[in-house]
């Protein structure tokens, strides 16, 4: 394990403005023991799979892998001891994946500062990937506009509680915090 002091991290961005290669080169570049945390549910969605096998193989051997689609605070708290950075990637799929357990908006944002908590609480760092979808024009559909607003209060929340925030925009980081 690294002697290294914690370190937390939001990278947020668009779709495929380099969030992800971001925080595994950060992460890659700092600590030898790596989990990632995916949050992604595959399922038949045959695409699916393939970017998850891709992000796996880009990944590299040398990363342990957690799948969790909706308990990653209890995956901070139980697994620390096995890592000393995890990469959660991303708390956007697992918004989606809470709006699909049929959650209220206040439980949803419960397991935000639960998370929040779990992150404050664990003692090896943490660096979480999300999207940044606020910037178009309000959504046309209410699923769509809770979706944002959700995803909106997510990122800020967590924001607050970490160390840094990047904005990644084609590739390049703006770091915020």
């Excluded at 030898?32 to 891709?54: F, N, S």
């Excluded at 439980?107 to 990937?129: H, M, N, W």
């Amino acid at each position: 394990m690294s002697s290294r002091h914690k370190q937390t991290m939001l990278v947020v961005g668009g779709c495929r403005s380099g969030k992800s290669s971001f925080a595994e080169a950060w992460a890659s570049g700092r600590f030898t023991g790596k989990t990632y945390v995916a949050t992604t549910l595959a399922g038949d969605d045959e695409e699916m799979q393939r970017r998850v096998a891709v992000h796996r193989q880009n990944r590299g051997a040398d990363w342990r892998t957690s799948e969790e689609p909706l308990n990653i605070a209890g995956v901070l708290r139980q697994q620390w001891r096995h890592t000393e950075v995890f990469l959660i990637d991303c708390l956007t799929l697992w918004l989606t994946n809470l709006l699909l357990q049929d959650l209220a908006d206040e439980e949803i944002l419960a397991r935000v500062d639960d998370l929040a908590a779990a992150i404050r609480e664990c003692p090896v760092s943490v660096v979480l990937v999300a999207n940044e979808v606020g910037l178009g024009i309000v959504p046309e559909a209410p699923l769509a506009r809770r979706f944002r607003d959700l995803a909106g209060w997510c990122n800020q929340r967590i924001g607050a509680c970490c160390d840094q925030v990047v904005f990644m925009a084609a590739g390049l980081p703006l770091y915020l915090k």
